[in-house]
Structure formats: C-alpha cells, structure tokens
T-cell receptor, first 113, second 112 residues
Framework: ETGVTQSPTHLIKTRGQQVTLRCSSQ?????VSWYQQALGQGPQFIFQ???????GRGNFPPRFSGLQFPNYSSELNVNALELDDSALYLC????????????FGPGTRLLVL | DAKTTQPNSMESNEEEPVHLPCNHS???????IHWYRQLPSQGPEYVIH???SNVNNRMASLAIAEDRKSSTLILHRATLRDAAVYYC?????????????FGRGTQLTVWP
C-alpha cells in the first residue's frame, strides 16, 4: 500500500507569487485535509476536501484554495504569497468516518522571500 | 473544539517507561481523546485514541481519568525512535469533519 506523498519537497518563492502544492492520497482514502505548520508550532487546519468538495475550513483567507480530483489526489493553491506563508504544508488523507485516523505526508517546505 | 494542556518538554532514558500527561478540563461527554506524534522531519502519525476506557495498542497505552479531565499516554519502553513531539487532541464524537486541532505538544527527548 502506497502512503501519502507530497510534491515538491521544498520550494522557494517570492512575495506576491502564486504556488501550487500537490498531494497523493493513500489508496482507498476519499478525504484530504491540509495543514500549515509554522516553525515551532503545531499544524493548523486549513481545509478538508471530501468527494471533490470543500468540507470545512480553518481560519485562513480565501487566497488559500484547493482542489480534490476524482482519484482523490489534491492540490493546495496559495495566491499573493506573503512572508508569513513560509511554513511546512502537510496533507493528510483518510477514509471518512467517525474518529477516523489521518495519515500524513512528509510535507512541503515553502520559503517565501 | 475543547483545548488541551501539555508540558512543553519531557525527558526519558532508553528502555524506561514514559508517561506523557494531558489536561482537558473542558472536555465534553462526546469528545474522544486522540494522540499523534511527529518525528523529526516527518508529518504527524497516529498513536492511539479513546473515549472512556483505557486503551492499548502495539505502540502505546492510553490511560483516561475517571472524570475524563486528564489522560496519560504511556510508552512502556522508550526507544530512541520514540523521540518526537507528542500531541494530545480532542475530537467531537458526532462529527465526521476531520479537523485536528494541534497545540504545541510535548517534545520528548530519549537519552541512550
């Protein structure tokens, strides 16, 4: 069984640019959640996608958007990058049910200069 | 979601038991207690979860206080590979929304 993978592993962008991060879910999972983890902090929930629709959102502005594809892979898009967007972006896949276990990928490290 | 309180850091020697505490005094009757851990340079991984009764799995044990206002994650024999940040998280019982609220967790250091 293939685990959750994310690409790229590292990325450097400049302020004002746009970025797309990608996530491949674990086989059999239909839900993807995205998290932002600043240095020294715990991950913060951005949003979740279930069957290609957004299914809950954390306290992030609309310039953070996402997609989920029919094969349950997902993208996180961030427009108009700000310096504070520098963080580790984590994707987690799961099978939607009560108290489900989330399986995290290794993350994409984004640096905004 | 209700909040949890954990010590910032703890230390242990290899092969000794480790008890990681978590306070959740505002827990509701339907909240489940989940633990995840994050090893260096990796994403978080699930450890264990429970509602009222103590739980055991191959990784750890979860001891839940009778009033459910606190819980303890028990690693029976710490290894160097257990060095990680451990997060205690409460999840609403009736919700299928996969929103995990992470605090800053407890950084566990294991000495050889």
């Amino acid at each position: 069984e293939t685990g959750v993978t994310q690409s790229p592993t590292h990325l450097i962008k400049t302020r004002g640019q746009q970025v797309t991060l990608r996530c491949s879910s674990q086989s059999g999972h239909n839900t993807v959640s995205w998290y932002q983890q600043a240095l020294g902090q715990g991950p913060q929930f951005i949003f979740q996608y279930y069957r290609e629709e957004e299914n809950g959102r954390g306290n992030f502005p609309p310039r953070f958007s996402g997609l989920q594809f029919p094969n349950y892979s997902s993208e996180l898009n961030v427009n108009a990058l700000e310096l504070d967007d520098s963080a580790l972006y984590l994707c987690a896949s799961s099978f939607r049910r009560l108290q489900e276990t989330q399986y995290f990928g290794p993350g994409t490290r984004l640096l905004v200069l | 979601d209700a909040k949890t309180t954990q010590p910032n850091s703890m230390e242990s020697n290899e092969e000794e038991p480790v008890h990681l505490p978590c306070n959740h005094s505002t827990i509701s009757g339907t909240d489940y207690i989940h633990w995840y851990r994050q090893l260096p340079s990796q994403g978080p991984e699930y450890v264990i979860h429970g509602l009222t009764s103590n739980v055991n799995n191959r990784m750890a044990s979860l001891a839940i206080a009778e009033d459910r206002k606190s819980s303890t994650l028990i690693l029976h024999r710490a290894t160097l590979r257990d060095a990680a940040v451990y997060y205690c998280i409460l999840r609403e019982g009736g919700s299928t929304l996969g929103r995990l609220y992470f605090g800053r967790g407890t950084q566990l250091t294991v000495w050889p």
